[in-house]
């Protein structure tokens, strides 16, 4: 069985540029989430679905972040304009609803100049 | 506010027994759940306590005391592999987990 998948792997823009991320879950898993982690820290959630609902985005910075699912499948998370303290790992993870195993793509990792 | 809290650091010999402790603060907590990450890897599900007590699975254990917010996760017969950063995290009643700033576990020979 396939896991998460993420593109790119590594990013690097220059500040005020736009990014986008994405992140295909693992087949059947109805939640999907964001992270974001810094080096040296625990992943901080940004957003989570549950199929194409996000029901808790109260992290994401919304003047700059965004983020979709359409089809309750595949996401994008992205960023515009980007900041220097953007730069950061992006992790998504997955899991099958109310379930307390989440899944962990390989993440990418984002450098702002 | 919400946090976790677990030691920087653990340095320990190869077959040696381990435990990485965590304390913890959060609203609607419904359970701790430990994580394993390897340099430049993505975190990976060692085990989750929804009750109190001891959880173990092979080599490694977990236990959780309601209450007195805290846990741990106990490594026996310690491998080089078992080298990486393992990050104790706490799932609410909302199905938020939240997440400790991590251990880095160094094994020695």
């Known amino acids: 069985e396939a896991g998460v998948v993420q593109s790119p792997r590594y990013k690097i823009i220059e500040k005020k540029q736009p990014v986008a991320f994405w992140c295909n879950p693992i087949s059947g898993h109805n939640t999907l989430y964001w992270y974001l982690q810094n080096l040296g820290q625990g992943p901080e959630l940004l957003i989570r679905y549950e199929n194409e609902e996000a029901v808790d985005d109260s992290q994401l910075p919304k003047d700059r972040f965004s983020a979709e699912r359409l089809k309750g499948v595949d996401s994008t998370l992205k960023i515009q304009p980007a900041e220097l303290g953007d730069s950061a790992v992006y992790l998504c993870?997955?899991?099958?609803?109310?379930?307390?195993?989440?899944?962990f793509g390989p993440g990418t990792r984002l450098t702002v100049t | 506010g919400q946090s976790l809290e677990q030691p920087s650091e653990v340095t320990a010999v190869e077959g040696a027994i381990v435990q990485i402790n965590c304390t913890y603060q959060?609203?609607?907590?419904?359970?701790l759940s430990w994580y394993q990450q390897h340099d430049g890897g993505a975190p990976t599900f060692l085990s989750y306590n929804g009750l109190d007590g001891l959880e173990e699975t092979g080599r490694f254990s977990s236990f959780l005391s309601r209450s007195d917010s805290y846990g741990y996760l106990l490594l026996q017969e310690l491998q080089m592999k078992d080298s990486a950063s393992y990050f104790c995290?706490?799932?609410?009643?909302?199905?938020?987990?939240?997440f400790g700033q991590g251990t880095e576990l160094s094994v020695k020979p």
């Open positions: 959060t609203s609607g907590f419904y359970g």
């Open positions: 995290a706490a799932y609410n009643q909302g199905g938020k987990l939240i």
């Open positions: 993870a997955s899991s099958l609803a109310g379930a307390h195993e989440q899944y």
